[in-house]
Nanobody
Framework: QVQLVESGGGLVQRGGSLTLSCAASGFEHGYYPGIGWFRQAPGKKREGISCLSSTANRTNYADSVKGRFTVSRDNAKNTVYLQMNSLKPEDTGVYYC??????????????????WGQGTQVTVSS
């Protein structure tokens, strides 16, 4: 059974940093899927903010986070990280990681993904 578990969210002041983790389990041995990070702010649609391909040779970021967020992965730990710096109140939301059934690529659109974590709340105070 595939599971994605996000952690690392919390309350932080403007300008602060957080690192989110996405721990994956249940995938076929040796399969490291591309991972997407999404967020949903209150009253807004879910948006793709970052993604990372299987071997980390390709990344992509939404314009809203480019230069502030960095995605990385440790396949030995089956974990993907999202380092978030210079956080702004508009970064507030529930952050989700997602994985496709069988794809190694990097996508910022939610329809490319089949598995989703439960989300972790990030709140940035002003």
């Amino acid at each position: 059974q595939v599971q994605l578990v996000e952690s690392g969210g919390g309350l932080v002041q403007r300008g602060g940093s957080l690192t989110l983790s996405c721990a994956a389990s249940g995938f076929e041995h040796g399969y490291y899927p591309g991972i997407g990070w999404f967020r949903q702010a209150p009253g807004k649609k879910r948006e793709g903010i970052s993604c990372l391909s299987s071997t980390a040779n390709r990344t992509n970021y939404a314009d809203s986070v480019k230069g502030r967020f960095t995605v990385s992965r440790d396949n030995a730990k089956n974990t993907v990280y999202l380092q978030m710096n210079s956080l702004k109140p508009e970064d507030t939301g529930v952050y989700y990681c997602a994985a496709p059934y069988s794809d190694l690529g990097c996508y910022l659109v939610d329809y490319e993904y089949d598995y989703w974590g439960q989300g972790t709340q990030v709140t940035v105070s002003s």
